[in-house]
């Protein structure tokens, strides 16, 4: 099998048959703890499609960062119990995770790397690890963030000798390596980790910094129904291609 890394929405024309998508600030991570909690959970972008989709499909939507009630923040959704379905909207993981043409596909971050690199190498399938990024203010473009690099570079390093790494993913695992040791601190001084220290959410970047937390790999289930037959329109979701594609959801592996 050979692994490669690459970044952003377009890293899913990758022809492999499986993909790791890697939002660890914070899509990523809060779907790790909403999955060990038994839920399951709907990506879906930030727009307003997003409240349309969950009255349609009759769930609870998460809503933004704030101080009580389920949200992005991972420790919000620790209270999830078994047999929760929640719609969890980002701009990043839970967008990408839309446009996902691979036939198997994991999420993966850093508090989870081990089992989802481990659940990945069963299949002993070629696997594209899909790096989310951020956006740039100014024109949306993708913005290169460190600590989707990090954890991508943390999955690779759970695979064995067995597995050919790309340039990319060498050099993705060496830079987890060089900080493997202090991984909170770097976290925490990157760019995405202290845009959330100032906003007053520390606890999320303590959270996504936890290698190996989780024993919970999310994967991706698709639904029989398409978005366009729940009655979603082209202003609804991300991109007309979406409409004519299946209904998914994470739940753990």
Known sequence: MRVHVEWGERALDDPSPVAIIVDCLSFSSALS???????????????????????????????????????????????????????LPSPNGSHLTMFAKQETIFCGALRNAQ?????????GEDVIIVAAGERW????????????????????????ETAELSAETKLAKAS?????????????????????????????????????????????????RTYAEIGLSAEDVPAKEILDMKICRYVAD
């Open 176 to 224: 987890f390596t060089s900080i493997a040791n202090d991984i909170g601190a770097e976290l925490a001084d990157c760019v995405s980790g202290q845009e959330l220290i100032q906003r007053g959410f520390i606890e999320d970047v303590e959270w996504a910094s936890a290698l190996n937390a989780s024993d919970v790999a999310p994967h991706l289930v698709r639904e029989d």
């Open 33 to 87: 703890v909403a999955c060990a909690r038994g839920a399951e959970v709907y990506p879906f972008g930030l727009r307003d499609g997003a409240h349309r989709f969950a009255d349609r499909m009759q769930l609870q939507i998460v809503g933004k960062r704030k101080a009580k009630g389920l949200s992005l923040s991972p420790p919000s959704l620790n209270g999830l119990s078994a047999g929760d379905r929640i719609v």
């Open 137 to 160: 203010q100014k024109d949306n473009s993708l913005r290169p963030a460190f600590e989707d690099w990090i954890a991508a570079g943390a999955i690779a390093s759970y695979f064995d």
């Open 115 to 123: 089992v989802v690199a481990k659940a990945v190498a069963k299949l």
